[in-house]
């Protein structure tokens, strides 16, 4: 069947004009120095029914022809040992692991091991970047989270959805985390294999996708908008809450992001190097997507309520203060009118919070040596992650 030719349908959208001329994405036009507009977006928009087709192809060969357990001790197996040319195993699986052990040319260690000091001096400003800006932010663009939605992630439940996502990102960002057969590597592959996972079951079992409008499931524009996520709106939120990085560790993000892309499946046209061409990438996508509906709406409020489910905390007073604050840096973060249409609760004194953290951040950035903000965050970010890891495996036992 013939497609239309995708056009920037959103661009003359109020929630659009607003974004890109009065809200954050003025800031990342100013942030960035990136100079947008449209003359590029035919060269982007075939990617939104563009998909992962090795990786597809591996889950056909593996997870679909045994129990899921096998399959996966199978991929376990390739992760850690490698995969050789003249190995007895399918076409498919030796396409994705010859090509993810091979380094690419424009792969640069020492831009590697400055996006994950950055990462890991952040300490808790990350975590709360990644949540409070990246995650909810995203629920903004109802299209994006169609996958979510029809894979039912709402009754998984925010705890585990959050803990994935922690998971995943301490492990990427961490000293050579990213060498072949790391945890780093094994978080990429094992995740870009989960995303064909869905994608399949979608295509097979949900018959009412709207591929025209909202793409192929999981396709790799979509890909390189969350990754932006990752790199792009993440420096813009630790500049916002008072942070300071060198051209070194910020070019070192998206680095980091661009190695962790290509290792996940996505064309290596999509992957930004540097705040300037993310900024322009991702006003191109942002045209394509409608703003928040009902589901992103729930979305953020399951992702807002996580902090009262989650039993880190042992008192009820501490667990609906975190949410309190979450959702005094959502409101600092982002956009009023996002913050509005995903009917994030208006409360009290909210700008207070986020204030004060801007003028701590100053201080202890002035006063407290790099290396030893290092340290620190690193132990901030693994602990965090063994509360999350350790509840949620609790929840599974029960």
């Known amino acids: 069947m013939e497609r239309p030719i995708l056009q920037p349908r959103f661009k003359n959208s109020p929630h659009f004009k607003d974004f890109w001329e009065k809200g954050n994405g003025k800031q990342l036009i100013e942030f960035s120095g990136a100079e947008i507009s449209f003359k590029d977006f035919g060269k982007f928009a075939a990617y939104f029914y563009h998909v992962d087709e090795i990786g597809d192809q591996v889950v056909k060969d593996v997870y679909l022809t045994k129990k899921f357990h096998e399959a996966s001790r199978e991929i376990e197996h390739y992760i850690r040992n490698g995969v050789l040319q003249d190995d007895n195993v399918p076409e498919s699986v030796k396409k994705l692991f010859i090509e993810t052990q091979r380094k690419p040319e424009w792969l640069n260690d020492d831009l590697l091991k400055s996006g994950a000091e950055l990462c890991m001096r952040s300490g808790l400003d990350a975590l709360i970047s990644l949540r409070d800006y990246c995650l909810i932010g995203g629920y903004d663009y109802a299209y994006l989270n169609k996958p979510l939605i029809v894979t039912e992630a709402l009754k998984k439940g925010a705890v585990k959805r959050l803990s ?23 978080f990429a592959i094992k995740t870009r294999l989960i995303h064909s996972y869905a994608r399949l079951s979608i295509k097979k079992h949900y018959q009412n996708w709207d591929t025209e409008n909202w793409g192929e499931p999981i396709n790799s524009w979509d890909m390189m908008a969350t990754y932006i996520g990752f790199s792009l709106v993440f420096l813009h939120s630790l500049q916002k809450l008072g942070n300071t990085f060198s051209k070194e560790e910020e070019l070192g993000i998206f680095h980091l992001w661009k190695y962790v892309g290509y290792l996940l499946g996505i064309p290596e046209s999509l992957l930004p190097d540097n705040k300037k061409q993310a900024t322009e990438y991702f006003y191109l996508w942002t045209a394509i997507q409608p703003p928040s509906d009902k589901d992103s709406a729930l979305l953020a409020h399951s992702l807002l309520n996580e902090s009262l489910e989650n039993p880190i905390l042992k008192f009820k007073f501490q667990r609906k203060n975190l949410r309190y604050l979450h959702i005094c840096c959502t409101w600092y973060l982002l956009d009023d009118e996002v913050c509005k249409r995903l009917s994030i609760p208006d409360v009290s004194n909210k700008n207070a919070f986020p204030v004060v953290k801007k003028m701590i951040n100053k201080v202890y950035n002035t006063l407290i040596s790099r290396n030893t903000r290092i340290e620190a965050g690193n132990k901030k970010h693994l602990k965090v992650l063994e509360d999350y890891l350790r509840i949620t495996a609790a929840s599974n036992f029960h």
């Open 164 to 186: 994935e996502t922690l998971d995943f990102w301490v492990n990427a960002t961490r000293y050579n985390a990213l060498e072949i057969h790391s945890k780093g590597y094994e």
